[in-house]
């Protein structure tokens, strides 16, 4: 008797099973000394994610910068390809809009106030006057990867951000589809 150890992707099969299971098989000699093989089989996942993004003009997303349907194939630790789907919506710029993206200004007035910044258990976002309905804030990781949204009902917002790494994050004030990013450093 021999054990041997097989790994698949998922969706493949080897000598036509595809499930995670110990699995046991005859061979047959030629000279009538039969073998008895043990494979334990493990499958491995394959990933196919699909995200939807919209970024606004003279950004870019992984160094994309036009609207479109884009795929990276991408190879996990044990080998197995995965594929990630990106529909990207590049948005055209206001004159308004392009004075406010990236900045905390509109005009020579601010709009929010972020502090205490670097912070490491909880953050104020604060607005100079009630925000509007339908008024969201996000915290993003520096991947881009959204980790809290929460409606902006009051003219100061708390984030607890306690439970998160440190590194750099961003803060996304959305009023009603104009936005403003401010940089959050968590330590």
Excluded at 114 to 122: E, G, I, V, W
Excluded at 159 to 172: D, E, M, P, R, S
Aim: hydrophobic share 35%; charged share 20%; net charge negative.
């Amino acid at each position: 008797m021999s054990t041997e150890y097989k790994s698949i992707c998922e969706g493949e099969g080897y000598l036509g099973w595809s499930e995670p299971d110990e699995y046991e098989r005859l061979l047959e000699a030629a000279n009538g000394g039969d073998s008895v093989v043990i494979t334990i089989l493990t499958v491995n996942p394959v990933y196919n994610i699909t995200e939807y993004i919209t970024i606004k003009e003279g950004k870019s997303y992984k160094g994309w910068t036009e609207s479109g349907v884009y795929q990276d194939y991408l190879e996990t630790v044990s080998g197995c390809d995965s594929i990630v789907i990106t529909h990207l919506i590049v948005e055209v710029l206001t004159k308004n809009e392009k004075a406010l993206i990236g900045t905390n200004t509109y005009g020579s007035a601010s709009i929010i106030d972020l502090y205490p910044n670097p912070a490491d258990t909880q953050v104020t976002v604060r607005f100079v006057e009630m925000p509007l309905e339908g008024t969201t804030i996000e915290l993003l990781n520096s991947m881009g990867e959204l980790i809290m949204s929460k409606d902006a009902r009051d003219t100061h917002e708390l984030l607890n951000i306690q439970n998160q790494a440190t590194g750099v994050y961003f803060v996304i004030t959305n009023f009603n589809g104009k936005y403003m990013v401010d940089q959050l450093m968590i330590r």
